[in-house]
């Protein structure tokens, strides 16, 4: 299946999470026409990943009730994974009548935050993902976890580290082919950040891990630089910065993909995305939702992009 | 002299420049008494350093055309700096005629750059340089050196490191106590922005060099992180991210001091910064200028910051 090409240290794989993680927390209702010429766009970036949508119920995330309509209608490319977001064998049924191929469940490594979340404690929510992830890797489904809360939870305050890599351990055990390490409200600075992902990779495989930051501290950046020098090589992120936790107070947007495209690429990372298109992309969707671009690439014409500028 | 304090690595000592590179570029002209009262708030927040005001030709930058009325006026604050940008012996004049203790003078490693914004190239602007700061030092005064487009000119394109370090070393051999290094269009990554300060390092030792990013293209703070792996415990930045270079295209402002507080103490840092009274300055500011923050630890209430957060 599609895993990072772990033969070459200086490819990062993006994981795109602009239309679903992004949109899921808008409050006017987008056209799903709207939402699939997103996810087309970003296809079209070279995003490898792009997650679509999400099949949790209507009643708690209404912007993505029309999962069922706009996943079979992406134009799909090939080599490429579109995972959507499954909660439970419920909204599994959905997403497999609606032609998925890819699902991510997710948890929390906080109890306090599954609770207002999802209504359980992460115990109870690892019961319920089990049969999921059972089914879809039966039915040869790709799947991705996410852990939420990994570096503090809004409601509990600090999440001690041994719960984080104790979720992360338990859902790769269930099967998971990839972990996504969420600092949900955007919290954690470089050296907690680090400590976390080389505790996780104790137990997991660093090829198998993500990173996913949100920038409500400003801190996204340069935590995700401090996670590749520890050899992360997936990363998440959301075209325009685009996005927040519904129920999490002061989680900003996700990472914006072209300010994370532009820090790759100086790195000497080789990512496959096209930054011109990203940021066309980002200004287009934010047009879309009558806003000014949050990041900073998407402010910064593409033709007075350093280093094409020349004298004025 | 108030030196960083080298015998504690976990010491980072901030350069608060918001009054003179925040405020340069502002179009309004700001009364002088804002301007104090900015300077006070900023020492009583307990930066070591705040960059004052500038003696550069009121032609050049009128907004800062009462330096001789707001340095005297200022409270100062027993073992504080509050350098003022000299751009020539006749600013020296006035600014010692306004009770100075500390200059900064400033050139690029860039001809280009020195062209459009001082009319010179770098070799003319480092003969302009050596008297001003052989005059300030038979003076006591304490003298800092500005390299402006370290990683890049928005005239030239690429700067040369050989041209960096060049700079460097020159203004350090003419008696500059510390020298910062800014990416005046913030287009720098982190690994160009360590290689950059551990070229300088070779000259110059460590703890003179400080390091000076725009947050143009998101990176300052992945750059920070970077620059501080490398040794460099002098960090330039400005309250409220206030800012911008009036003759670079696409020049936003510094790196917001709070969100640069955020992340030192993060990482085990001691700033010796009051955080809820840089962000309270950072909203207050804000307010005089009639704008929101840029930052985003001024966009997060005090008392709703991580981790005090409790159980809403």
Redesign the interface.
């Known amino acids: 299946m599609n895993t990072p090409d772990t033969s070459n240290a200086n490819h990062v794989r993006i994981v795109e999470v602009g239309p679903r993680d992004g949109l899921q927390n808008e409050k006017t209702i987008i056209p799903a026409a709207t939402k699939i010429a997103l996810i087309d766009r970003l296809s079209a970036c070279g995003f490898p990943v792009v997650e679509a949508t999400s099949f949790v119920s209507p009643k708690w995330v209404p912007q993505l009730a029309d999962a069922d309509d706009v996943l079979p209608a992406i134009a799909r490319k090939d080599g490429m994974l579109y995972p959507v977001l499954v909660p439970n064998e419920k909204g599994l049924d959905r997403a497999l009548a609606a032609g998925v191929r890819e699902i991510a469940v997710f948890t929390a490594a906080s109890d306090?935050f599954n609770q207002r979340n999802i209504n359980c404690d992460i115990a109870e929510s690892l019961r319920r993902i089990a049969p999921v992830i059972e089914r879809a890797k039966a039915d040869g489904l790709w799947v991705r976890g996410y852990v939420s809360t990994v570096l503090?939870c809004?409601?509990?305050?600090?999440v001690p580290l041994s719960d984080v890599t104790r979720v992360t351990r338990e859902l790769y055990a269930l099967g998971c082919d990839e972990i996504s390490l969420g600092d949900t409200?955007g919290?954690?600075?470089?050296?907690?950040a680090r400590a976390m992902l080389e505790a996780c990779a104790d137990d997991v495989p660093m090829a198998k891990l993500a990173v996913h930051f949100h920038?409500?501290?400003?801190?996204a950046?340069?935590n995700?630089?401090?996670c590749l020098d520890a050899g992360v090589r997936i990363v998440d992120s959301a075209v325009g910065g685009l996005g927040g936790c519904p129920y999490a107070?002061?989680a900003?947007g996700n990472v914006?993909s072209e300010?994370l495209v532009?820090?790759l690429?100086?790195?000497?990372m080789q990512t496959g995305v096209d930054l011109d298109a990203v940021c066309d992309t980002a200004r287009w969707i934010n047009g879309e939702l009558r806003r000014a671009p949050v990041?900073?690439?998407a402010?910064?014409p593409n033709e007075?992009r350093?280093?094409k500028?020349?004298?004025?």
Do not use: C, N, W
């Not at 919290?187 to 907690?192: E, L, M, N, Q």
């Not at 690429?265 to 000497?268: A, E, S, T, V």
């Not at 500028?309 to 004025?312: E, K």
């Open positions: 306090a503090g809004p409601y509990q305050g600090e409200i919290v954690g600075t470089p050296r907690k920038d409500t501290y400003g801190q950046l340069a995700i630089a401090a107070q002061g900003s914006a300010d532009y820090m690429h100086g790195l000497g990041s900073r690439l402010q910064i007075r350093f280093p500028t020349s004298a004025a």
